[in-house]
Structure formats: C-alpha cells, structure tokens
C-alpha cells in the first residue's frame, strides 16, 4: 500500500533533495547540442576569467550562447551564495537537448522533405573549491 503524503510533506522532501550549487541555466537556445558541447568541452574545469576570455573570441555561435550563461552563473554564485568570484571555477557545465522545431522544405515531384532546427538546454555549475 502507498503512503499517504500531505502536499506539505511532499515539498518538504522534495525540496531537501534540491541542489543549491550556483549555476545558470540556458533553456531552448537555438544550437544543437553536439555544437554547444563543443564549446563547453573548451572551458571545463577553467576558471570563470579565464572561460570568459576563451568564450569571447571563439567564432561559434554556441561561444556566444555560453558566454551569457557562464557569466549569469558567476553572478549567481557572488550574489546569492556570497562567493568570491576570483576563485570560482566552472564544476560542470552541459548541453541538453531541447525542443526540436520541425520543418518541411518543398522536393520535387510535390513531396517534402523535413528538417530539424535543433535547440538545447545549456547549464553551467561553479564552484570555488576544486
């Protein structure tokens, strides 16, 4: 037999579970997750300056994408947690798939062909401990 939760309890859990690392979250930015990783494999493990620098002058889009949340998650990470931000450092940092936009692209002979603009979820974790 299930346990019976009241929705209080419920949050109570749920919410002890939480992870409160500083991080930034980029939802449905408009690059495919393979690119995004690309870029986000360059700064890993770097600190947050030195990502910065790396990120600015890469010509991908991705790069650009990165950049943002790289620095929100900084910000994070000295406003809401009190950090010091000469030591943070990026933990982590991953691209996930997002919405796929499908679209149709007219063929000959009257068929179709589909294509897929891609999106993905681009997450960054810092930390000032290595």
């Not at 997750?33 to 030195?50: C, N, P, Q, Y």
């Not at 943002?68 to 809401?80: E, L, R």
């Not at 009190?82 to 063929?107: D, H, S, T, W």
């Amino acid at each position: 037999m299930a346990k019976k939760y009241s929705r209080s309890q419920y949050k109570k859990e749920r919410n002890a579970n939480k992870d409160t690392r500083p991080k930034a979250t980029l939802r449905n930015a408009r690059v495919s997750t393979t690119k995004a990783a690309f870029v986000l494999d360059a700064i890993r493990g770097k600190s947050v300056e030195e990502a910065l620098a790396i990120l600015k002058f890469l010509p991908n889009k991705a790069a650009a994408e990165a950049y943002k949340v790289v620095k929100s998650a900084a910000a994070n990470a000295t406003n809401n947690h009190q950090l010091n931000a000469e030591n943070l450092y990026i933990k982590e940092c991953y691209a996930n798939e997002g919405v796929v936009l499908k679209r149709f692209m007219p063929r000959a002979k009257g068929s179709a062909s589909s294509i897929f603009k891609r999106t993905s979820h681009i997450t960054v974790v810092v930390s000032d401990e290595r």
